[in-house]
């Protein structure tokens, strides 16, 4: 599996990012997709994933109400939409994919990563 991530940029407080995330390799019914960050001088941390077939989505409590993460099956590229961001979500973006249709929130679950995606949110 291989994925490349990208979308990221630099906004302002308050805005929306839409970052994207080519798969390849294996379909949406095959694979779970988590996006992860990690924000300078700490460790990678879960966001959002959705499991094999898109029947169920897992948010961070930081992130919930804000992120929404979802597939294009068309396209075979998932979809990390941020609303309302702010200074606390700068950090590198990073998209992972998993054989697991269940726990899929930790970073031992995904074995497959792509590069990550710099997003600043200015204050």
């Known amino acids: 599996v291989q994925l490349q991530a990208c979308g990221g940029g630099l906004v302002q407080a308050g805005d929306s990012l839409r970052l994207s995330c080519a798969v390849s390799g294996r379909t949406f019914r095959t694979v779970s997709i988590g996006w992860f960050r990690q924000a300078p001088g700490q460790e990678r941390e879960f966001a959002a994933a959705?499991?094999?077939?898109?029947?169920?989505?897992y948010y961070a409590d930081s992130v919930r109400g804000r992120f929404t993460i979802s597939v294009g099956n068309a396209e075979n590229t998932a979809y990390l939409q941020m609303n309302s961001l702010n200074a606390e979500d700068t950090a590198v973006y990073y998209c992972a994919a998993s054989l697991f249709g269940r726990t899929i929130t930790r970073i031992v679950d995904f074995p497959y990563w792509g590069q990550g995606t710099l997003v600043t949110v200015s204050s």
């Open positions: 959705i499991s094999r077939n898109s029947d169920t989505t």
